[in-house]
Every structure is written in C-alpha cells, then in structure tokens.
C-alpha cells in the first residue's frame, strides 16, 4: 500500500491480507498492517516510525517505477519550503461535472510526497481526531497542517498500476533498458 520513509527508517505498510507473504521477504524494512484507507493506512505507518524525523517521504507502492531522481528532487524541495509533490500536467479535456465546461491548467499529482516530519505527523493526528479520511497525503497536510507544499514537475513515467492494462505497460517498461544507464 505505502511506504514510508524517513531517510533513516523505513516502512512498509501491506494490506492485512498480504502480511503473510510480505514479512518472510526479508526486505530490510519493518512490514506493519495497513488500515481500511490509504489516511488509516499512512497513520499506521506513521505510527511505526516513532519519533519523527526532519523529512518523511510517503510513496503509493502503486508506483512501482519512481526514479531515484524524482525522490531526490521533492526530498530536496521539501527541505526548502516544508513540503513537496511531484505533479504532471492532466493530459486531455478535464470537464467540470457541473458545468461539463473544460477546467484548464490542472495538474495530477503523484508520490512520493515528502514533509517535514513533526508537521506531518501533528497534521495526521488532528485529521484523526476529526474523522478526515484523505485521498491523499497532501491533501491531510493541507487542512490539517500548516506547511506550505511546493509542486515539483513529476515524471510522466511514475505509472500508477491501476487497471490491467497499466500492469502490462510497467511490466513493459521493468522488462526495457533503463533510461539511467545500459
């Protein structure tokens, strides 16, 4: 479901029903359950980190191809301003459901997404303390937090596994060449 990074530490959070076969991998990571949405999921993840670092970054495990220079650009935008997401221009007519008019200039965003550590966590806590369940990280931090969040330019190739089809193009894309090298 998640990862949860905070340089130091880092945590995988699993569907309940995917511990079993998660936890014997031996992936140098604590594995804890995940919850019933992604907000009570991060949570526990969270959670196992303990005390909070400077930075943590949260990264969807459906994204399956972040680069490493991707993670270094939004830790590094984080650092500066407080919080960091990679985004990419939304591709084709976005229509209000409305209006069914088009909505120009809106971006998608994607994982990791990176805050500083103590914000973050504060920010989870008052979200749970109001019953806010999230779509998304940024989307916690931003009513329940106080950092600003800078939009780094994402990376189209940051696939979402989604449908079956998006399988079929990660896997095209793990079985290519790498883009960083032979």
């Known amino acids: 479901e998640a990862v949860i ?8 959070v699993g569907h309940p029903d995917a511990l079993e076969w998660l936890s014997p991998l031996d992936l140098g990571v604590e594995v804890v359950p995940g919850g ?18 400077e930075l943590i970054g949260i990264h969807d495990g459906a994204r399956p191809l972040v680069t490493r220079e991707l993670i270094e650009a939004v830790f590094r935008a ?11 221009p939304a591709e084709g007519l976005v229509i209000g459901r409305s209006t ?45 937090g106080n950092l600003p969040i800078a939009a780094v330019p994402g990376d189209p190739g940051n696939l979402k ?22």
């Open 5 to 12: 990074s905070s340089g130091e530490r880092c945590v995988l």
């Open 36 to 53: 019933a949405s992604r907000t009570s999921s991060e949570t526990a993840g969270l959670a196992a980190l303990g005390e909070p670092a």
């Open 78 to 88: 984080a650092s500066e301003t407080g919080g960091a997401v990679p985004v990419i």
């Open 100 to 144: 069914f008019r088009p909505v120009e200039g809106l971006e998608l965003a994607q994982t990791p997404q990176v805050f500083r550590g103590a914000e973050l966590m504060a920010a989870y806590v008052r979200a749970a303390q109001a019953g806010f369940d999230g779509r998304d990280t940024a989307e916690v931090v931003e009513r329940f």
């Open 161 to 182: 596994v989604t449908y079956p089809a998006d399988f079929e193009e990660a896997s095209r894309r793990l079985k290519a060449p790498s883009r960083n090298g032979p």
